[in-house]
Protein backbone atom coordinates (compact mmCIF):
# COMPACT_ATOMS: atom_id res chain seq x y z
CA UNK A 1 0.00 0.00 0.00
CA UNK A 2 2.98 2.93 1.09
CA UNK A 3 4.94 1.70 -2.49
CA UNK A 4 1.49 2.45 -4.25
CA UNK A 5 0.54 5.59 -2.67
CA UNK A 6 4.40 6.67 -3.61
CA UNK A 7 3.63 5.84 -6.74
CA UNK A 8 0.76 8.00 -6.98
CA UNK A 9 2.75 11.08 -5.42
CA UNK A 10 5.07 10.05 -8.10
CA UNK A 11 3.11 10.65 -11.01
CA UNK A 12 1.83 14.04 -9.87
CA UNK A 13 5.51 14.59 -9.56
CA UNK A 14 5.29 15.34 -6.14
CA UNK A 15 8.41 14.35 -3.01
CA UNK A 16 5.79 13.83 -0.36
CA UNK A 17 2.97 11.34 0.01
CA UNK A 18 -0.58 12.96 0.81
CA UNK A 19 -3.68 11.45 3.05
CA UNK A 20 -5.16 11.27 -0.32
CA UNK A 21 -2.35 9.03 -1.92
CA UNK A 22 -2.85 6.50 0.65
CA UNK A 23 -6.64 6.44 0.34
CA UNK A 24 -6.49 5.95 -3.16
CA UNK A 25 -3.78 3.65 -2.71
CA UNK A 26 -5.59 1.10 -0.37
CA UNK A 27 -8.97 1.74 -2.71
CA UNK A 28 -6.79 0.06 -5.34
CA UNK A 29 -5.54 -2.63 -3.51
CA UNK A 30 -8.92 -3.62 -2.03
CA UNK A 31 -10.40 -3.62 -5.31
CA UNK A 32 -7.33 -5.98 -6.91
CA UNK A 33 -8.34 -8.68 -3.59
CA UNK A 34 -11.83 -8.42 -4.84
CA UNK A 35 -11.00 -9.14 -7.64
CA UNK A 36 -8.96 -12.54 -7.14
CA UNK A 37 -11.56 -13.56 -4.70
CA UNK A 38 -14.08 -13.57 -7.43
CA UNK A 39 -11.82 -15.39 -9.63
CA UNK A 40 -10.78 -17.41 -7.03
CA UNK A 41 -14.22 -18.50 -5.94
CA UNK A 42 -14.96 -19.20 -10.24
CA UNK A 43 -11.84 -21.83 -10.05
CA UNK A 44 -13.17 -23.86 -7.37
CA UNK A 45 -17.15 -23.97 -8.78
Known sequence: VCTEAGM???RERRVH???E???LAVAKV???DSEKNVS???LWK
Open 40 to 42: LKK
Open 8 to 10: YAL
Open 17 to 19: VTQ
Open 30 to 32: MQK
Open 21 to 23: DFE
